[in-house]
């Protein structure tokens, strides 16, 4: 039976996610657990990419020692020197260098002729043999990329040195089977191939990024790129524990097996959730909330009798351990912290003590808190408990609603010690709100700061359930400020999550007026000790990732 090579990039395609960022401490707990999960190869970065990329695949590389550490580079010297150094204190390294190969990028992106791009790809995979010895190469786009041509880019980067060979469906326009006969083809075609593991990388545009990988690895593919919960650019990319389960559960068929332990697949895809606050979809295959819930009474009936009936897959096999677990008032800390590590949260005891305070406070309102309560307090407690200052705090928060006259709100905030009143109206109490806070805002601290994005959701059922509230605010720049909160009442939630975006904006202001360091580059300490940080600053103190100067392939 052949072993797949499961080789995750969580931590560099998949943080490259719309809206998800990490931190150095974030990536590092993400490393631990996907070691643990058991994935062969973890692309730890892009390390010429930003400081903070290069820190955190430097970081992965000296402390996780089991799987082989990988890092990402284009065809150029300075990138695959800045890849090499980083990766200096692995046990096992790996470069990953690539360039374009398909006709538009060439044209397009690239302006060079296919013969130089050949030369490069022959160089680069030249001077990353340097580093290592474990050199992979990806001719990107190779979806779209004329098939005689990219079987001789792959027999020049053999040639020169390469051990894996990675074909990307870098924008995500293969269909199975044509995506199969590729890889069928270059096992064929290609002279040398023997010598080098073929692997696939497939995007999701079209929903098929499982299936084309599928298709790859019954075509002789021996290595499948994936994320987990499929998060990645754009639409995403191939899911883990989809491909995993896919693979197990039709081990015979595709006469392969990989070394993924399937236990700790829901522990991996919550904590990766979490930390990039990326939610999974309730409806998601293998890990989302619904995946081994039945509705409908003849299913129910079913699975009463035999589970084999309307379940394909053993709900522990995935390590699902259900999430109505209910915590009340009498509940003590160790099931708070049992759902806390399940959630990939370690606390310090100091922090725990603050969220078992809120869980109380919750608990003598609410019959029952549920697991998604406790993770959403734990969130808030530790963004509230990270490094910037308070420059502002609320106050009070009145708000006066109801059907015939226009709803008004007025907040009375501390800012830098000192009381000021706002007052504002709008179409609804949480407008009102709001207005009332950008006056205070407008008129003590910076006059364009306006509200870009509002979020609120119930985190569980029901009229009492807790309200999740998230923001941005955008400067004049365009540099973006979050800020999320979580609490019994709307209003109140919404309005903390306003005043923490407004604390950033002002604590990023101060930084620029003192001429320090903004915190954008530099990773933040986690302000979860141990743990990973969820303390949910937005990439670099509320600049926005698109606006970083981090480059992305
Ligand atoms: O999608 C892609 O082509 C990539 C490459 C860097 C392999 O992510
Ligand atoms: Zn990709």
Known sequence: ????????????????????????????????????????????????????????VRLVAEKIRRPIICGLARATDADIDAAGEALKGAARRRIHTFIATSKIHLE????????????????????ARRYTDDVEFSPEDAARTDLDYMCQVIEAAIDAGATTINI????????????????????EKVPNVRKAVISVHCHNDLGLAVANSLAAVKAGAAQVECTINGIGERAGNCSLEEVVMALRQKKAFYDADNGIDTREIWTTSRLVSNL????????????GENAFSHEAGIHQHGVLQDRETYEIIRAEDVGWQGSRIFIGKHSGKHGVMDILKKNGYQLEDDKLQVVLQRVKDVADRQKNVEES?????????????????????LREVSVMTGNGFTPSATIKLSIEGQDVLGTGTGVGPVDAASHALQSIIRSHVGPSLTLS?????????????????????????????????????????????MVKGANRAMNFQKRLNKGGPTGCID???PPGGEAPATAGEAP??????????????
């Open 1 to 56: 039976m052949r072993r797949i090579l499961i080789f995750d990039t969580t931590l560099r395609d998949g943080e490259q996610s719309p809206g998800a960022s990490l931190n150095v401490a974030e990536k590092l707990a993400i490393a631990k657990q996907l070691d643990v999960l058991g994935v062969d190869v973890i692309e730890a970065g892009f390390p010429i990419s930003s400081p903070g990329d290069f820190e955190g």
């Open 108 to 127: 397009k992106k690239l302006k060079k002729s296919p013969e130089e791009v050949i030369e490069l790809a022959r160089r680069a995979v030249q001077r």
């Open 168 to 187: 990307p469906d870098t924008v995500g326009y293969a269909i199975p089977e044509e995506f199969g006969a590729r890889i069928r083809h270059v096992l």
């Open 276 to 287: 990039t606050k990326l939610d999974v979809q309730r409806n998601k295959a293998i890990v």
């Open 373 to 393: 309560d406790i993770v959403a307090i734990a969130r808030d407690v530790l963004e509230d408990l990270a490094s910037d200052e308070h420059l502002l705090d």
């Open 453 to 497: 994005e509002y979020g609120l959701k119930g985190i569980t059922g029901g009229t009492d359930a807790l309200a999740h509230a998230t923001i941005r605010f955008k400067d004049q720049d365009g540099k973006e400020f979050r800020g999320e909160a979580v609490h019994g009442d709307v209003i109140i939630a919404s309005v903390q999550a």
């Open 523 to 525: 990773p933040k300490t």
């Open 540 to 553: 670099c103190c509320g600049q926005s990732k698109n606006q970083t100067s981090k480059q992305k392939p």
